[in-house]
């Protein structure tokens, strides 16, 4: 790829519908990338997951965390949507929308709409996220025990219940008295409380009659929106290798990050979109259970971890952090249909004084170029390395790909050869200015 990024890239370029997903194991930096790719959008759609997403963005010397709204907000004139495919805790986005407004975003039914047929995350999804987690002890996955995946399994089990019930208060009474009947039945079966139905309905219809404005036909919405030739971009939550069936199961989401997803979490179909761009970090981090080939646990990843503030923002638990991943990566672009790179945290490597780069995992003799389906063969997976020389000196003040040190230059080509993507965005910081835009 060397001599192949020639020039600035203008955000034009990634406009028309875009989608943007994660090429790792989450915690990418996509909040970051979403917050650049919304100047030039009217619309920012989020697709799947809930309030475990923690997708931050620095404006100045403010920072905002965001885990249902689309980083899109921060902008003023978009549209953000919460798709479908979101299964939302209604309490939680009160509490959001509340949190940003005392901040000074304006958060109206003007610039955020809430899919009429997003499933709820209940209080009692939540109570059994976290008992789960403890029953399973050592086996444990690793959960933010926000009630996502008890969400999704009484989706799918056709027992949950959906926003727009709570415009319905009697029916949204009635379903609600036969689920919280059945829960509590399974609460004290773990030896815990039951919950109370006048209390729980009360707060649900509360937080009902306060997102009531939001609440609509999302699908509808949307193809207005295409109709119009308006600029989308989706937003995913988690990354690739957490997708429930591409990912490292059981070691995963409950919804499906990867691009497919947000056709389905959203009622756009795929023949309507024009660009898949995948972000990645300079390295790979993990949070929660599960094989992580290129991780490091000793000084070299705590160093990682501490110099790229590798703590998540939705738990506050430290991430597991290594080298950079180009097997994850490949298996992401082919997935995804990943068009471009945004790579972000490129600073976090300045001080390295060599780094590495996995072409391919080995199992004895055996040489995987991709990741094995098989969880007990990835366990014992070791990376197979090349080699970079360190630029050792900082990046943090460069806005031309042309003027990054040389070594970081080839580091960055390496990652482009060995993934198969060309690269369109580099990250040196968090702000929205740390950024060097790139045309392959």
Same mark, same amino acid.
């Given at each position: 790829?060397?001599?192949?990024?020639?020039?600035?890239?203008?955000?034009?370029?990634?406009?028309?519908?875009?989608?943007?997903?994660?090429?790792?194991?989450?915690?990418?930096?996509?909040?970051?990338?979403?917050?650049?790719?919304?100047?030039?959008?009217?619309?920012?759609?989020?697709?799947?997951?809930?309030?475990?997403?923690?997708?931050?963005?620095?404006?100045?010397?403010?920072?905002?965390?965001?885990?249902?709204?689309?980083?899109?907000?921060?902008?003023?004139?978009?549209?953000?949507?919460?798709?479908?495919?979101?299964?939302?805790?209604?309490?939680?986005?009160?509490?959001?929308?509340?949190?940003?407004?005392?901040?000074?975003?304006?958060?109206?039914?003007?610039?955020?709409?809430?899919?009429?047929?997003?499933?709820?995350?209940?209080?009692?999804?939540?109570?059994?996220?976290? #008992? $789960?987690?403890? /029953?399973?002890? +050592?086996?444990? !996955?690793?959960?933010?025990?926000?009630?996502?995946?008890? @969400?999704? &399994?009484?989706?799918?089990?056709?027992?949950?219940?959906?926003?727009?019930?709570?415009?319905?208060?009697?029916?949204?009474?009635?379903?609600?008295?036969?689920?919280?009947?059945?829960?509590?039945?399974?609460?004290?079966?773990?030896?815990?409380?039951?919950?109370?139905?006048?209390?729980?309905?009360?707060?649900? #219809? $509360?937080?009902? /009659?306060?997102? +009531?404005?939001? !609440?609509?036909?999302?699908?509808?919405?949307?193809?207005? @929106?295409? &109709?119009?030739?308006?600029?989308?971009?989706?937003?995913?939550?988690?990354?690739?290798?957490?997708?429930?069936?591409?990912?490292?199961?059981?070691?995963?989401?409950?919804?499906?990050?990867?691009?497919?997803?947000?056709?389905?979490?959203?009622?756009?179909?795929?023949?309507?979109?024009?660009?898949?761009?995948?972000?990645?970090?300079?390295?790979?981090?993990?949070?929660?259970?599960?094989?992580?080939?290129?991780?490091?646990?000793? @000084?070299?990843?705590?160093?990682?971890?501490?110099?790229?503030?590798?703590?998540?923002?939705?738990?506050?638990?430290?991430?597991?952090?290594?080298?950079?991943?180009?097997?994850?990566?490949?298996?992401?672009?082919?997935?995804?249909?990943?068009?471009?790179?945004?790579?972000?945290?490129?600073?976090?490597?300045?001080?390295?004084?060599?780094?590495?780069?996995?072409?391919?995992?080995?199992?004895?003799?055996?040489?995987?170029?991709?990741?094995?389906?098989?969880?007990?063969?990835?366990?014992?997976?070791?990376?197979?390395?090349?080699?970079?020389?360190?630029?050792?000196?900082?990046?943090?003040?460069?806005?031309?790909?042309?003027?990054?040190?040389?070594?970081?230059?080839?580091?960055?080509?390496?990652?482009?050869?060995?993934?198969?993507?060309?690269?369109?965005?580099?990250?040196?910081?968090?702000?929205?200015?740390?950024?060097?835009?790139?045309?392959?």
């Amino acid at each position: 790829m060397a001599g192949m990024i020639s020039a600035f890239l203008r955000l034009d370029d990634f406009m028309a519908i875009t989608i943007l997903v994660g090429g790792q194991w989450g915690d990418e930096g996509k909040g970051r990338i979403i917050d650049l790719l919304a100047e030039r959008s009217k619309y920012v759609v989020r697709y799947q997951g809930g309030s475990n997403a923690g997708h931050e963005v620095h404006i100045g010397s403010d920072v905002y965390v965001l885990h249902l709204i689309p980083s899109g907000i921060l902008h003023s004139g978009k549209v953000c949507v919460i798709g479908n495919g979101v299964v939302v805790d209604p309490v939680a986005l009160v509490g959001e929308i509340s949190e940003l407004r005392k901040r000074g975003i304006s958060v109206t039914s003007d610039n955020m709409a809430v899919s009429d047929t997003a499933h709820m995350v209940m209080p009692y999804h939540k109570i059994l996220d976290e #008992l $789960r987690e403890i /029953r399973k002890g +050592k086996l444990k !996955i690793g959960t933010t025990k926000r009630g996502i995946g008890p @969400a999704y &399994a009484d989706k799918v089990s056709r027992t949950g219940i959906r926003l727009q019930e709570l415009l319905r208060p009697a029916v949204f009474r009635e379903k609600l008295r036969m689920r919280l009947a059945e829960n509590n039945a399974v609460l004290r079966s773990y030896g815990a409380k039951p919950l109370p139905f006048e209390a729980t309905c009360e707060e649900l #219809l $509360r937080a009902g /009659r306060f997102l +009531k404005p939001f !609440i609509c036909d999302s699908v509808m919405l949307l193809h207005q @929106a295409v &109709a119009q030739k308006r600029d989308i971009l989706f937003e995913g939550a988690q990354g690739t290798l957490l997708d429930i069936d591409y990912g490292t199961y059981p070691y995963v989401t409950s919804s499906h990050p990867t691009s497919g997803g947000a056709c389905v979490g959203s009622g756009i179909p795929p023949n309507r979109i024009d660009r898949v761009v995948g972000v990645v970090k300079a390295y790979t981090t993990r949070v929660g259970e599960g094989p992580f080939p290129t991780e490091h646990d000793g @000084a070299l990843g705590e160093k990682m971890q501490r110099i790229g503030d590798e703590f998540g923002r939705t738990t506050g638990r430290g991430r597991r952090c290594g080298w950079f991943d180009a097997v994850v990566t490949r298996f992401s672009r082919m997935i995804n249909g990943i068009d471009e790179l945004a790579v972000t945290k490129l600073d976090v490597l300045d001080d390295m004084p060599e780094l590495k780069i996995c072409v391919g995992y080995r199992v004895g003799p055996k040489l995987y170029e991709s990741v094995p389906s098989d969880l007990e063969a990835l366990k014992r997976c070791r990376p197979v390395y090349q080699t970079y020389p360190g630029w050792r000196t900082s990046t943090k003040h460069i806005r031309k790909f042309e003027d990054l040190p040389k070594n970081a230059r080839l580091y960055l080509e390496a990652i482009s050869r060995h993934t198969g993507a060309p690269l369109s965005i580099i990250s040196v910081g968090p702000r929205r200015d740390d950024t060097i835009y790139v045309k392959s």
